[in-house]
């Protein structure tokens, strides 16, 4: 039996208070945690400490490693435990080598950045974020985005990528250039939040959320940001399910990575709470015990029928989004934001 347990019983027993987060949502945190723990590894395809892109495929992918950690960050501020923290710390330690090594003319990815600098290699993530300014400038950066998304299929995911650049830039210190990369993201909008890219459209929705909320802890937002931030806010609340999850474009499928960053993303929004608390609802019942790969601890599949019946791939980076869903107290709480 783990110590947190013990830990938890004791106090239980002696009729303590347990922290502000209740504890059945620590457990599970820490649980789906040590699940990812267990899952690090080299994988055909990708980084050394890093995960598979699915599980049981035996195969990552170089752009993953950032994403699929952050959410050990997020676990280990809400449990403390060493083994979490050290986990994270050895797939940024990872990315460092590769990008100061053969990886020097790449474009840095955003995930990698943002998830570098909360994992303390802030002086690592500023680095890289400058090759993206210096290259392309804020606004450039945006357009890069939307148009090479542009006529594909995924042509709405140029919001939840340039989330990923806004909060980069927060975690670095540039709330000036945050800002402007969303000003521009707003004056483009018809070219990328296109109706056919609808679970896409509410993914990017979700993750343009959160990166608003942290803008916002540094500037005020514009009138047209305002108006931008509303009309996110109101497609999610009406898109989510009676189960409190979020379904796919096509309302055939419950999606997992939906539901965790609109979960992310109405976190700031104090009219967002309800629908925030019973998104983290959803994803504790959906939970899974693993019998499968590493045996042992929960996880999610990516998809779930309608009928609530779970799907058969599980994707290493949905896990971490998920943690990070469950894991972060209401901003609301904190910042005290107004509602958009």
């Known amino acids: 039996m783990r110590a947190r347990t013990l830990s938890s019983i004791l106090a239980l027993s002696l009729g303590l208070t347990l922290p502000a987060m209740a504890a059945p949502l620590r457990v599970d945190v820490e649980d789906a945690a040590d699940h990812q723990v267990s899952a690090q590894g080299s994988y055909q395809g990708g980084l050394s400490q890093s995960w598979e892109w699915r599980f049981g495929s035996k195969r990552s992918a170089d752009n993953i490693t950032g994403i699929t950690a952050h959410g050990l960050i997020a676990a280990h501020k809400l449990t403390g435990l060493a083994e979490h923290e050290a986990s994270a710390l050895r797939a940024a330690r990872s990315l460092i080598k590769a990008y100061d090594g053969g990886w020097k003319q790449r474009r840095p990815r955003t995930q990698d950045i943002e998830f570098l600098a909360v994992a303390g290699f802030v002086i690592d993530a500023g680095r890289w974020f400058s090759v993206i300014t210096q290259r392309y400038g804020a606004k450039g950066y945006v357009d890069h985005v939307i148009d090479a998304r542009a006529g594909g299929q995924f042509a709405s995911l140029a919001g939840w990528d340039i989330a990923s650049a806004i909060r980069a830039a927060v975690a670095v210190g540039q709330p000036g250039t945050a800002q402007a990369m969303l000003s521009r993201l707003v004056e483009r909008r018809p070219r990328w939040d296109l109706k056919d890219n609808a679970n896409a459209q509410k993914l990017?929705?979700?993750?343009?959320?959160?990166?608003?909320?942290?803008?916002?802890?540094?500037?005020?937002?514009?009138?047209?940001?305002?108006?931008?931030?509303?009309?996110?806010?109101?497609?999610?609340?009406?898109?989510?399910?009676?189960?409190?999850?979020?379904?796919?474009?096509?309302?055939?499928?419950?999606?997992?990575?939906?539901?965790?960053?609109?979960?992310?993303?109405?976190?700031?929004?104090?009219?967002?709470?309800?629908?925030?608390?019973?998104?983290?609802?959803?994803?504790?019942?959906?939970?899974l015990s693993d019998k499968l790969f590493f045996v042992g601890g929960r996880m999610w599949p990516s998809r779930y029928g309608l009928d609530g019946q779970p799907g058969a791939a599980f994707h290493g980076a949905v896990q971490s989004e998920v943690m990070m869903a469950l894991a972060t107290a209401p901003l609301v709480t904190r910042t005290s934001l107004a509602n958009p």
Do not use: M
């Not at 514009?222 to 898109?239: I, Y």
């Not at 939906?258 to 608390?277: E, F, H, M, P, S």
């Open 204 to 287: 990017s929705a979700g993750s343009l959320l959160w990166a608003i909320s942290e803008v916002r802890r540094f500037r005020p937002l514009t009138a047209e940001q305002h108006a931008f931030t509303d009309s996110l806010v109101q497609r999610l609340l009406s898109a989510q399910t009676a189960r409190g999850s979020w379904a796919t474009g096509d309302d055939r499928e419950i999606c997992t990575q939906t539901t965790a960053y609109a979960v992310l993303g109405l976190n700031a929004i104090k009219r967002g709470q309800r629908a925030t608390q019973r998104g983290r609802q959803w994803l504790r019942r959906a939970a």
